[in-house]
Nanobody, 115 residues
Framework: QVHLVESGGGLVQPGGSLRLSCASS????????MNWYRQAPGKQRDLVAT???????NYADSVKGRFTISRDNTKMTVYLQMTNLKPEDTAVYYC?????????WGQGTQVTVSS
């Protein structure tokens, strides 16, 4: 059975930082593309960052230069380092593992950016 478990969310002031983690089990982690998505209240779920099997990365324009995605295949974990956070980054952040027809999601972790 596949499990993706996010952690690291919370309340942070504008300009602050957080690091999200997503620990996986039940998949051959190293062959999956790993993604972070986010969903704000009343909005669709949007792709934030992607890291491929070969560790190439891509980011949404709104987070470029502020967020960094990384992966540790030995720990089967993907990370999202978020800096210079803004109120518009407030959302539930979801971890996703994707390989062709296989698509798995975590339960999400809340990030709130507010003074």
């Amino acid at each position: 059975q596949v499990h993706l478990v996010e952690s690291g969310g919370g309340l942070v002031q504008p300009g602050g930082s957080l690091r999200l983690s997503c620990a996986s089990s039940g998949i051959i982690f190293g062959i999956y593309t790993m993604n972070w998505y986010r969903q704000a209240p009343g909005k669709q779920r949007d792709l934030v960052a992607t890291i491929s099997r070969s560790a190439s990365t891509n980011y949404a324009d709104s987070v470029k230069g502020r967020f960094t995605i990384s992966r540790d295949n030995t720990k089967m974990t993907v990370y999202l380092q978020m800096t210079n956070l803004k109120p518009e980054d407030t959302a539930v952040y979801y971890c996703n593992a994707n390989k062709r027809d296989n698509d798995y999601w975590g339960q999400g972790t809340q990030v709130t950016v507010s003074s």
